[in-house]
């Protein structure tokens, strides 16, 4: 069975600070894709980033980037000098080879100005 | 731009009602999903299809049905709606890229059902 934790419930950081979120998962499948979806209060979930379990390669795009660790089963995520509009629930996901997706509780990130 | 459409946005109906959430996709997809969230918390799958004609239950036990006539359509009822049916409800879609790698799913703006 599938598994994502984020252990993390709630991270308050004032505006302009580094955030990182920690997302650990569990899976028996070799072949499996890692998400990070946004959802701010209107209620929508936005897609972030994907990483595929076969490529490693960490990167940087805009103020986000990655560090995808198979070795410690771990996809963290940071945003980089955030922002009031970051504010918002972060979930990691974990999807096999046919989509399904297992999602994290999520981690509530509060910016303040 | 994703083009996944949900409707009704939010829905307040009395107990034994039967109900149908709409959910609809341009991109020709012929994956779709629906999730159940309780505020604040995480998502669960509670139906899915890979195709036409295809439907599974997800991992969260649900009372509702799923039919997928159309690709673009994928529409969920619950045949008596009780106040534990209260929750968000979120379509979703995706689809593999060229090269055959799962692609992000695409989610609906969800359905906030209230049952009295």
């Known amino acids: 069975a599938q598994k994502v934790t984020q252990a993390q419930t709630e991270i308050s950081v004032v505006e302009k600070e580094d955030v990182t979120l920690d997302c650990v998962y569990e899976?028996?499948?070799?072949?499996?894709?890692l998400f990070w979806y946004k959802q701010p209060p209107s209620g929508e979930l936005v897609f972030l980033i994907r990483r595929n379990s076969f490529d490693e390669q960490n990167e940087i795009s805009g103020r986000y980037s990655w560090n995808f660790q198979k070795s410690t089963s771990s996809f963290n995520f940071t945003i980089t000098a955030s922002q009031v509009v970051d504010s918002a629930v972060y979930f990691c996901a974990l999807s096999d080879s046919w989509g399904k997706l297992q999602f994290g509780a999520g981690t509530q990130v509060v910016v303040t100005p | 731009e994703a083009d996944i459409y949900q409707t009704p946005r939010y829905l307040v109906i009395g107990t034994g009602k039967k109900i149908t959430l709409e959910c609809s996709q341009t991109?020709?997809?012929?994956?779709m999903y629906w999730y159940q969230q309780d505020p604040g918390m995480e998502l669960h799958l509670i139906h899915y299809?890979?195709?036409?004609?295809?439907?599974e239950k997800g991992d969260l036990s649900s009372e509702s049905t799923v039919s997928r006539i159309r690709t673009e359509h994928f529409p969920l009822t619950l045949e008596s709606a009780r106040p534990s049916h209260t929750s968000q409800y979120l379509c979703?879609?995706?689809?593999?890229?060229?090269?055959?790698?799962?692609?992000?799913?695409?989610f609906g703006p969800g359905t906030r059902l209230t049952v009295l």
């Open positions: 991109m020709g997809h012929d994956k």
């Open positions: 979703a879609s995706s689809d593999y890229s060229p090269v055959g790698r799962l692609n992000e799913q695409f």
């Open positions: 899976t028996r499948d070799t072949t499996y894709y």
């Open positions: 299809s890979y195709g036409v004609n295809s439907t």
